[in-house]
């Protein structure tokens, strides 16, 4: 890893770690290291790591014998993650130019990255070219936004009040719902054996303000959208209303959070 990272990257990561990874990413990840079927004595990287969620539960599959890599672009992100798992070796850089020999993994994995690449073909071909004959690749992504059922409503909220940067900073994860075009985009990228499965996972937020707040004051800032105080707490004012419908009796939110795992071979 390279210099210390600016302290509001580290504050930035640091809440989405603490904000959303257990809410919404953590039962993913036992699911798309079941996909890219993990074991011991593997070699595994996870493109676009984040704070490493994935990445850890990887080091529990593949034993003392295996090793794991975790890749991002964000400095925030990988000092979050290194004092999370130091025994995970961290590397900047990106998916479209990953830090890795050719053919030097046995799996490949990334957990809702894809629908942020700039270039996401390359990003496709550049995994493939770090797995050794026979890999496997297991991405996830979320489904389309239509078919979530609390972040429409959000989504509206704050393109009223944040403007249309807050909500397309909500939008960009749900791009990739299409499940033709994903399967064609990983067909066409060399990926072969491509086949891919919707799963319901669930949000699950203690409250609508610490569900809100994980957006505006975690997801947001990453995506660089920065709101006012005042705007911040509008939305969540708004919100206790708006997504009231999602409240269980004892307070918590919980909603359907679908999603699809692409899993893939390299010729």
Not at 49 to 65: D, F, K, P, Q, Y
Not at 167 to 189: C, I, K, N, Q
Request: glycine residues 8%.
């Amino acid at each position: 890893m390279e210099d210390s990272a600016p302290r509001e990257e580290v504050a930035a990561a640091t809440a989405y770690e603490q904000l959303h990874v257990p809410s919404l990413f953590q039962q993913w990840a036992p699911l798309v290291a079941e996909a890219a079927r993990i074991g011991p004595g593997h070699r595994v990287v996870d493109v676009a790591c984040g704070t490493g969620v994935l990445a850890r539960e990887a080091v529990t599959h593949v034993g003392a014998e295996g090793a794991v890599v975790g890749v991002d672009p964000g400095r925030g992100f990988l000092s979050v993650a290194a004092e999370l798992a130091p025994e995970v070796d961290w590397r900047m850089g990106t998916a479209e130019a990953l830090p890795c020999e050719d053919e030097s993994f046995d799996a490949v994995v990334s957990q809702f990255g894809l629908m942020f690449f700039e270039d996401r073909p390359q990003a496709l071909r550049e995994m493939t070219r770090v797995l050794a004959p026979g890999g496997r690749l297991a991405v996830a992504v979320w489904d389309s936004l239509d078919h979530s059922e609390a972040y429409p409503i959000e989504v509206a909220l704050l393109d009223r009040i944040g403007g249309k940067c807050a909500g397309d900073a909500l939008r960009a994860p749900f791009v990739l719902g299409d499940r033709e075009e994903l399967h064609s985009l990983f067909e066409s990228s060399g990926v072969s054996s491509v086949e891919i499965t919707t799963q319901h996972g669930t949000g699950q937020f203690p409250s609508i303000r610490a569900m809100v707040t994980a957006d505006l004051r975690g997801w947001l800032p990453v995506m660089g959208v920065h709101l006012s105080e005042a705007q911040i707490e509008r939305i969540l004012e708004e919100a206790e209303d708006a997504l009231s419908r999602f409240v269980t009796p004892d307070g918590t939110v919980i909603f359907d959070s679908p999603a699809h795992i692409v899993r893939g071979v390299k010729p």
